[in-house]
């Protein structure tokens, strides 16, 4: 029966935007959820989207039921986007999925059904639904040492001696191919090859979850870390997501890659993995998949598509180093310059839970618990505003 049932606590990210809209503050300021935000205060539809719109409002012949991997044109523009030509197209199994959060459930789901037992090993900290997705899908999880104790740097021999001395062969790693989720704080090139030798050496199975392409220097050098560790193993998973890049939240466009050994292997892996989403949600929305193939089968919106994105980046970054000046100026005495070294739509602040549960009571500014802050959500005229509210709570 339904009475008794305990109420579940409030989602850690989407949770803190319903608060922020039940709040009367009239100066509130949302930079809880990873939502990129113009000068005015809009979350943009891109330019080359809006085209791709037009172009499919004209053309499109049907809303007849997907193939239950999605959309072939979008699937074959996501293998050259993230794949490009260094992986045997019949090695790689892709199904279209309702964005980077269904893409990771479907993986997790595919893990406990095909690889059990075997454990996921997450960065601490990470995204707080990377737990819950695996908890749902009754995948356990471990974690890794990632953030270092001064809580700006990465911590490589911590990643490495818990990667190499506490895994079990078989078992599945998550890394963030780039803009690291929380923390902005992403390895090096040369830091990749040394995961990559690792993860090879104890035969683990990355899941690289690459929901921000784009964001950290650009989308064909935020492959780095992934195009490192698929020379080093020939097993992986790859969940991508156009939430972001494309701007696409609410259409709910991302995807699942498997990466097999062999064909026969990706075709078996392929059909488990249709199994799946059939039993979900059976087959996946059409149309940000068509907005996405429209966009990158075009040579003229792909450019303009490269161009959006790298404004998105360039003016995250400029708010990063307004923040870091303005909060210099308040006077507090702290330091954030190591803010301009992060990479992608968040600051990791350092603020504590009290901090940060004051900055929402006494200001009406949100962010996340862990003390992440949406960049991508700050505006130029509120900057003072904010810089003035984070120093008195410091
Ligand atoms: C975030 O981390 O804010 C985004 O990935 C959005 C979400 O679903 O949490």
């Known amino acids: 029966r339904f009475v008794g049932i305990p109420t579940a606590p409030p989602d850690s990210i989407l949770g803190l935007t319903e ?59 996501v293998r050259s986007l993230v794949f490009g030509d260094s992986i045997d197209p019949s090695r790689v199994a892709i199904l279209q999925t309702p964005g980077g959060t269904g ?64 895994t079990k062969p078989g078992d599945a790693v998550l890394l963030h191919a780039c803009c690291h989720n929380p923390t902005g704080v ?10 990559a030798q690792t993860v090879a050496e104890r035969q683990l199975i990355p899941l690289i979850d690459f929901a921000y392409q784009g964001f950290g ?29 494309f701007g696409l939240y609410s259409e709910r466009v991302g995807s699942v890659c498997l990466v097999a050994a062999d064909n026969e292997t990706m075709k ?26 429209t966009v990158l089968q075009d040579p003229e919106l792909t450019s303009l598509w490269i161009q959006e994105v790298d404004e998105m980046r360039e003016r995250i970054d400029t708010l990063r180093q307004h923040f870091v000046e303005t909060m210099k100026n308040t006077g507090s005495g702290h330091d954030f310059s190591f803010l301009l070294k992060q990479k992608g739509m968040f600051s990791f602040s350092g603020l504590t839970p009290m901090q940060v549960d004051e900055l929402k009571s006494k200001h009406g500014i949100y962010i996340v618990g862990s003390g992440r802050i949406n960049v991508a959500g700050m505006s130029e005229d509120k ?12």
């Open 19 to 77: 608060a922020f809209l039940a709040d009367k503050n009239p100066s509130k300021m949302n930079l809880s959820v990873g939502v990129y935000k113009d000068a005015s205060g809009q979350t943009p539809i891109l330019k080359c989207v809006k085209e791709a719109e037009r172009r499919l409002i004209d053309n499109e012949t049907t809303k007849g039921y997907l193939s239950i991997d999605g959309l072939p044109d979008y699937r074959e523009q």
């Open 103 to 166: 893409a990771l459930r479907v993986a997790a789901d595919f893990i406990v059904a095909q690889l059990s037992p075997t454990r996921i090993w997450m960065p601490s900290p990470t995204w707080a639904n990377h737990p819950a997705i695996f908890a749902a899908a009754g995948l356990p999880s471990e974690t890794y040492r990632y953030l270092g104790s001064d809580r700006t740097s990465f911590d490589l021999a911590g990643m490495l001696e818990d990667l190499s001395q506490k």
């Open 186 to 195: 992403d390895p090096t090139p040369e830091d990749w090859k040394a995961i």
């Open 217 to 245: 220097e650009g989308i064909e050098q935020d492959k780095t870390g992934l195009n490192t560790l698929l020379e080093a193993v020939d097993e992986a998973f790859v969940c991508n997501s156009f939430s972001k890049n």
């Open 268 to 293: 078996a892996a392929q059909s488990q993995l249709k199994t799946i989403v059939r039993t979900n949600y059976s087959n996946p929305p059409r149309h940000g998949s068509a907005i996405v193939a």
């Open 383 to 394: 900057m003072d505003t904010l810089c003035q509210a984070v120093a008195s709570v410091l």
